[in-house]
């Protein structure tokens, strides 16, 4: 059995041990700085250009965060639909894994024709919808579809109609199926973003994809360094929220299914 | 009560029937069937969840009864507490709001669980949680009760006092029970009248009534009960094994 204190600190010691392996190796070895920075130089570039980075940083997040909120509560909706008609669901269902196996990278360009090369950043917010919107229409499919015969059996027999089915037993039913879904989704919406920026540039705003781009351009490791830290803390960060969200939503159903 | 006409119920291959049953009112009639023997079916058929193929389900004076159905699982929204879960029923037909809470009230405390309405099912015990499921069952003034084998997960100490105040509230409340069980002696025990089902497809293959008197006490049973519980058990026996 491991000691919780254990399991809090070794990952961060661990982590602290790479990172002074990392200084050690480069300022020993002499690397160059554009083949490979030591930690010191990243933290001096975030701190030189951290204005710049953080704006990039807020834009990326917004584009994310848009994103995020218009798959889920499209999947959603979908979802339900698919639960109220089968016909629906065979006739919707083929299209929306034709989204998800065709390559982002492979649509950005079509999309940034149909919405203009002025609207960049729309184009983008469009592609990270579509990267995002799968697995929260699966998992609330699944999640649906997964309701106790039993239960659903109690609201026949008080002759329930759809929607009370819907908001009082499917849907509270799919939740933690749903939050799942969401919390793989938030990590792709903000990959998906990343991806788009990459590929459809990102007109007049700039997010942090395309830092990484200009900072590759100018052989400014350090500061290509520093973007992708602010990608992973940002990365980091929208996933804590989602968990913080699903256990605050979830306390109630101790997933214990009764 | 209730009447199955010439019941017949196949999904891909059949399931039960053609059968038919009379069901007097205020009656306690066990049901007693090996696995497969169409007993949950015929629960089912009887509350109207499902619709037989052929023949039918007739109540008395042509009026639906307020039916309650006690699953073998508690079949709890987990995330709705206790109160809320007796509640159900009510929000589902939209009832009065102010009288189904008092009613919520009464057959909570009626089932021992006064001072737990605020707590969640993952708090509960497995007697506790099945003490809700017969609150929300009871609470709309339910005249026929089904019971799909409730007390089958529960250990014997709890099950022997869960039985006992279903026979309780059968008695007080005039209604009719219609419970599903593997147990002989629990069968034997609760009801007036036993059926025993065959399977592949389930018809009646033995109705006996029980006239013999209730007591946990074995030493003040009469050789009667016993001679009952080894009659229907030698049934069972002899269906199980052709």
Not at chain 1, 119 to 128: D, G, K, P, V
Not at chain 1, 144 to 160: D, G
Not at chain 1, 177 to 186: R, Y
Request: a neutral charge; one cysteine or more; hydrophobic letters at 50%.
């Amino acid at each position: 059995m491991i000691k919780p204190y254990l399991s809090f600190f070794a990952p961060i010691i661990t982590f602290l041990l790479l990172i002074c392996a990392w200084e050690l190796t480069v300022s020993f070895q002499n690397i160059p700085k554009y083949i490979l920075p030591a930690p010191t130089d990243i933290l001096d570039s975030l701190l030189i250009n951290y204005s710049d980075l953080l704006r990039s940083t807020f834009i990326t997040f917004r584009i994310t965060l848009f994103a995020f909120i218009i798959a889920s509560l499209l999947a959603i909706f979908i979802a339900i639909l698919f639960s109220q008609s089968k016909i629906i669901e065979l006739s919707l269902y083929p299209i929306a894994v034709i989204f998800q196996v065709t390559p982002v990278v492979a649509i950005a360009p079509l999309i940034l024709i149909w919405v203009g090369l002025d609207n960049a950043e729309f184009a983008i917010l469009i592609l990270a919808v579509i990267v995002a919107f799968f697995p929260v229409l699966a998992n609330t499919n699944l999640g649906i579809r997964s309701v106790e015969k039993n239960l659903s059996e109690l609201f026949s027999l008080y002759e329930a109609n759809r929607l009370q089915r819907l908001f009082k037993l499917q849907l509270p039913y799919a939740l933690p199926f749903i939050l799942t879904g969401m919390k793989t989704s938030i990590g792709l919406a903000l990959i998906g973003s990343v991806v788009a920026e990459f590929v459809a540039g990102s007109g007049t705003s700039t997010g942090l994809a395309w830092r990484i781009i200009e900072a590759g351009n100018r052989l400014d490791v350090p500061k290509l360094f520093a973007a992708l830290i602010l990608l992973v803390v940002l990365g980091v960060f929208l996933f804590l929220i989602m968990s913080l969200l699903e256990k605050i939503l979830l306390k109630r159903w101790d997933l214990d299914k009764s | 009560m209730l009447k199955f006409n010439k019941i017949y119920k196949e999904y891909d291959t059949p399931i039960l029937g053609p059968l038919s049953l009379n069901i007097k009112k205020n009656s306690f009639v066990s049901i007693l069937g090996s696995s497969g023997a169409g007993k949950s079916t015929l629960l089912r058929l009887a509350s109207n969840i499902i619709k037989p193929t052929s023949g039918s389900v007739e109540y008395l004076n042509n009026e639906k009864p307020n039916i309650g159905f006690v699953f073998q699982d508690p079949t709890l929204l987990p995330w709705r507490s206790v109160i809320d879960n007796v509640l159900l029923p009510a929000e589902l037909t939209s009832e009065n709001k102010k009288l189904s809470k008092q009613k919520a009230y009464f057959w909570l405390s009626k089932v021992g669980l006064e001072g737990k309405e605020n707590s969640l099912p993952n708090q509960l015990s497995g007697g506790q949680k099945m003490r809700v499921s017969i609150a929300r069952a009871m609470v709309q003034d339910c005249s026929l009760l089904l019971m799909d084998e409730p007390f089958a997960a529960l250990d014997e100490v709890t099950r022997n006092k869960l039985e006992d105040d279903l026979l309780d509230i059968w008695e007080k409340n005039k209604l009719t029970v219609l419970f599903v069980t593997h147990s002989v002696t629990e069968a034997v025990y609760l009801a007036e009248r036993v059926l025993v089902m065959s399977s592949s497809p389930g018809k009646i293959l033995d109705d006996v009534v029980i006239t013999e008197k209730r007591s946990r006490d074995d030493s003040q049973q009469s050789s009667e009960f016993f001679s009952t519980i080894n009659y229907l058990t030698d049934i069972l026996k002899k269906e199980n094994n052709e």
